[in-house]
Nanobody
């Protein structure tokens, strides 16, 4: 099992910056991929950015050039730096990890943190 705790959400003005953090605990050694997802009201949860066990990164087109995902393997934390935020970035942001339990890949989710961007 992996437990995830997000922090850093809040209210920010359009054009501003925000930094989200996620602290992982538990079966850390089994973690393969770490990612940030978001879900806006009335919409499906979508991938924002992910970082693989090899450090490779992937971003949604909507945030490319504005967001940077980083993973601290020693501290078991995941960070999302968001710049030039837009009202459409308003959503609940979730930290996600994909881990290998020896047989299957399993997903774990944090409780989510609200990000609201005012215009």
């Amino acid at each position: 099992q992996v437990q995830l705790v997000e922090s850093g959400g809040g209210l920010v003005q359009a054009g501003g910056s925000l930094r989200l953090s996620c602290a992982a605990s538990g079966s850390i050694s089994s973690i393969k991929t770490m990612a940030w997802y978001r879900q806006a009201p009335g919409k499906q949860r979508e991938l924002v950015a992910r970082v693989g066990s090899d450090g490779s990164t992937r971003y949604a087109d909507s945030v490319k050039g504005r967001c940077t995902i980083s993973r601290d393997y020693g501290k078991n934390t995941l960070t999302l730096q968001m710049n030039s935020v837009k009202p459409e970035d308003t959503a609940v942001y979730y930290c996600n990890v994909e881990r290998w339990d020896g047989t299957y890949y399993r997903n774990s989710w944090g409780q989510g943190t609200q990000v609201t961007v005012s215009s």
